[in-house]
């Protein structure tokens, strides 16, 4: 576990507000304007002069700044400082400002201290020392070695492992796939382990994937090719047999929590207490829809309840608990009221008081004042494409908005949270960094970009608005980008970009400049819409994808079609759409579900059965196969293949190991045995997205496709 003790997961196909640390220096903007928190009392700021960029510690109070003589990005600086054929590695450091730092040349570890330069050889092994992590007290380190756990004592040298039974199939402290992918989040970098703060145990979970499905991945280089096996559990599927357990340091004794093991469940996402003493944990069931916090004795394995939370529908893993340092209990960020709000339980699971009670998603919890008995977090307030900063006490009581004014706020809190730094920006307002005391009052402001005036000869103008569902339930909020010189008596092809996964968001007010994109410097209107259960409308919209995903997706899509083809700039022969991953599965479905609507897609690394995805993201909506054929056949782009019509071009990486290229094998099958016609290309090497050349190929490719299909340009 991070010393913080506040962790935001990185999940698949989820986006983040950026909040920037209050005490951290890591977090830098590499421009003018403000850079981090030094201290309470001073913040640091880039400044452009004669055409450098000065760093200055400015004092809060009087505005005065002077040259500062740190580093203000400690990362460069020891990026700067290795030694020739080393890299930094992928752990944190346990201290401010990279003081030391744990390095890898050639499968080994070594610990590189910045104020002497000194470099010290951990390791001397063939096989690769993976996620090496800092203790607490910046003592030792914890790594995986070919799926065992080892600890080195930074001052001795003294490797020690931990766990012994470690193999192909076992991994001690390394996740199986399908946790890395959809439960710790890919942040994790596998990372199945979590130091306890006396430095003294570790938490990890153990996996034997021995009755997972294998999956062949085909690599086609060389005279024969290779098949690369991976352990990936598909919708209905068995899932790797999972175990929690408290390994001492000292010993190398590991205790296993007092859990029954034989059950098709989910453990994950441990949260130590302060003292040591105990260890939160937290078991979802198969079907996702009931999940318990227990608190576990790392001493004898025994444990009890503190919190249970069920829904007919689904619920989730607690990623960002927070824990008091007086030990008084912890904070929730919990869906329990169809919005998420915060709650603040006791250590034996009593609530002590909601802490928020909106009509709206708190997206974050950004700092606690235990000392002063107050919360700040973030939440877009009554505007759901807003981002705002707001502060509560901690009985629930003096609820307050902190900053004003439409759009989007990024907020950094000073480390004793006596003022906040918020830059602020919407999509005709260049951003504007301001400092302001913690009720909010305006002190100065450090930097303001300028808005360029509107030229519509030269500039692509962005607006939002709104689109009613078809029931009348929901506004949905749009945003696109038209086209510079803009003629309403012109007729326009639309493209939507969109993801259109569960709670995935891509409607923001914030300023993304009036340059256009590829799309509107091609003269195609950009257009973005998120839907009913994109998260905007809490659990009331989220909870129609339970069962039925594909459905009311493409429903609020061809509602937004249907409005498009109302306004008379816009050409209804030419509706195109487009994404990657679930937004590949949108864009191929809206071919074939809906090709009365949309006549043009580019489908890229898309999901065309639910069958062939991973179990545990697609049954946290779909339940399984078994329990819900209706729905599958249905959300399934295969299945309505027959009705496709249009211009299509379908793109996959053959390496694919997150959507697997046998969803577009099976996509291509079915087109073909109807006699569809349709574009292709296939990536040899690439995974899941496209970077480097092949980036650069399907760019080139994409264009091409809407160039030659909508205005008849083959070149």
Known sequence: MRSNNFIKATALFSFCFIILAGSSLQAQFQRAGFAGWLDDNHYLERRMESGELITYSVNVA??????????????????????????????DPYTE????????????????????????????????????????????????RANDLYTIDLASGQEKRLTTDGTDLIYNGWASWVYYEEILGRGSRYRAFWWAPDSEQIAYLRFDDATVPMFPIYRSEGTHGDLEQTRYPKAGDPNPDVKLGVVKTSNAQTTWMDIDYTL?????????????????FQILNRDQDHIVLYMGNPSNGDKKVVYEEKRPTWVEFFTDIYFFENESGFILRSYRSDWEDLYYYSMDGELIARLTDTDWRVNS????????????????????????????????KNFKQLTSGKGSHSTSISPNGAYFVDTYSHINQAPITNLYDAEGKLIRTIYKEE???????????????????????????????????????????VVFSIYGGPDSQG??????????????????????????????????????????????????????????????????????????????????????LAADHFTHAIANYSVTDWRLYDNVYTERYMDTPQDNAEGYDYGSVLKHVDKFKGKLLITHGLMDDNVHMQNTVQFLEAMQQEGKDFDVMIYPNARHGFGGAYGRHHAMMRDKFWNKHFFGKEE
């Open 264 to 280: 098709d469940q989910y453990i994950a996402w441990p949260f130590w207490t302060k003292d040591s003493s105990s260890l939160l």
């Open 507 to 592: 409607v923001r007010d914030s300023w993304r400049g009036y340059g256009g994109t590829n799309l509107t410097q091609m003269d195609i209107i950009q257009f973005t819409v998120d839907h009913r259960a994109s998260g905007k409308f809490g659990r009331e919209g989220l909870d129609y994808m339970h069962r039925s995903l594909g459905k009311w997706e493409i429903v609020d899509y061809v509602t937004s079609v249907e409005w498009l083809r109302e306004q008379p700039f816009v050409d209804p022969a030419r509706m195109g759409i487009t994404g990657g991953s679930y937004g590949g599965y949108m864009s191929a479905l809206a071919l074939t």
């Open 365 to 396: 919890l950004s700092k606690v004042l235990e000392s002063d008995g107050k919360a700040f977090f973030t939440g877009p307030g009554e505007v759901n494409t807003d981002n705002h900063l707001y502060s509560v006490d901690l009985a629930g």
């Open 62 to 91: 009087s505005g005065n700044g002077e040259v500062y003589v740190g580093s203000a990005n400690p990362r460069q600086e020891v990026v700067d400082a290795l030694p020739e054929g080393h890299s930094l590695s992928n752990t």
């Open 451 to 493: 808005t360029p005036d509107y030229d519509p000869t030269k500039h692509h103008k962005v607006e939002m608005f709104t689109i009613k569902t078809d029931d009348g339930k929901f506004d949905m909020p749009v945003i696109w980008v038209l086209p510079a010189n803009f003629d309403e008596n012109k007729k326009y092809p």
């Open 97 to 144: 400002g990279y003081a030391d730092v744990i390095l890898t040349k050639d499968n080994n570890l070594f610990h590189f201290t910045k104020a002497t330069g000194a470099i010290k050889q951990l390791t001397n092994d063939a096989s690769e020392e993976r996620n090496p992590t800092f203790s607490p007290d910046g003592k030792k380190i914890a790594f995986t």
